[in-house]
């Protein structure tokens, strides 16, 4: 499960790079403060074509608890959005992580591109591609008897 605020950038992004990385694997996204069946942004649409990912069809989703219990790992773009899987869904708490932990370099948060030009959106799903990969990479190989909270 990715997350973010709105699910109408980043976590879908998220999810589809995601599932092509790690095609074995159900992805799901979701948001925090998600109004709900809104599609994605403008920014997110174009840019995402860049990286092969279509978003055309993407409805938004608000995250709730039968998405935590069904989740194995919860992956956020920023500390406040594991605070608060954190505070309201203690289930979640050992399946949550960053996506930015991913990352090979600080700053591990991934800012909201929303309302920003294709160039902010451009270096977020570059950010969000290269963690992406990395967890693809990890979640490939031979983990057997180890939860996804604990991938390093």
């Known amino acids: 499960m990715v997350i973010c605020h709105g699910n109408i950038c980043r ?3 998220a999810e589809r790079r995601l599932a ?20 994605v942004q403008p920014g997110a649409l174009r840019i995402g074509t860049e990286f092969g990912v279509d978003l055309s069809d993407h409805i938004s989703h608000r995250l709730d ?3 935590i219990e069904w989740a194995d790992l919860i992956l956020g ?16 708490r050992p399946k949550m ?7 090979p370099s600080v700053p591990h948060e991934i800012e909201d591109p929303w309302g920003e ?9 570059e950010r969000i591609s290269l963690a992406t990969v ?12 180890r ?6």
């Open 117 to 125: 030009t294709d160039e902010v959106f451009r270096s977020v799903f």
């Open 134 to 145: 990395r967890i693809g990479q990890i979640l490939n190989e031979e983990h057997e008897g």
């Open 77 to 92: 773009m920023q500390g406040r959005h594991e605070a608060s899987v954190r505070q309201r869904w203690p289930l979640g």
């Open 20 to 39: 092509l990385c790690c095609p074995q694997l159900e992805v799901r996204s979701a948001g925090l403060a998600a109004g709900g069946d809104d599609p």
């Open 147 to 152: 939860p996804y909270t604990t991938l390093e």
């Open 97 to 103: 992580r960053l996506l930015g932990d991913f990352l």
């Open 11 to 13: 976590s879908p992004f």
């Open 65 to 67: 608890a039968d998405d």
